[in-house]
């Protein structure tokens, strides 16, 4: 799908930061619409139906968080993605676990934003189903085989820490949480010092520096996300 075929909805009730997204998104051949307020973000969905959502938190009236609940809540399997001049990273965690697909904090570099968008799109336009081998850079896994190879040479990974691996290459480009990391590895463990353990351990097998990871990134507070690199 060519950029001129995908509809974005901007969701944010400043008017400047609209027009930088309506001509920065429009140069790179999106259609853009606009709504200032949940309501008539709320209309245009059911009108428009477009491809991608950005959505600020900081909405008047209902709140980001409240839409993007309804709009999950109501089976919208949209991608979204947040933007925020929020900081805080409980306020992006709560958006994640309503099910944004991904986050972006202003003030953002616009080539910053298109690259979180392609990835979204991509999860959406995708055909289902797991792809059985991931390559990114000299890493690869055989979802299939459950096989790990770094440049061409096998690595051996625990039960949990193919596990993390594994889920974070289903959702390769995403931010995953902590707690829903936890939750897919371990079921009802909240200890995130018992994620990160695991994750220090798995950065040792296949990064080559691991405390500069160019796979596993850490999003601060919030989670890993694995990059798709060259």
Known sequence: MTHSNVSILVVDDEPPIRKLLRVGLGSQGYAISEAPNAKAA?????????????????????????????????????PVVILSSRTDEAGIVTALELGADDYITKPFGMNELVARIRVALRHKFQQQGEKPVFHTGDLTVDLVKRIVKVENREIKLSPKEYDILRILVQHAGKVLTHQFLLKQVWGDSTDVQYLRVYVRQLRQKIEKTPDQPRYIATETGVGYRLREVE
């Open 42 to 78: 709320i209309e245009l969905v059911e009108t428009e139906r477009p491809d991608l959502i950005l959505l600020d938190l900081g909405l008047p009236g209902m709140g980001g968080h409240d839409l993007l609940r309804k709009w999950r809540d109501d089976g919208l399997d949209i």
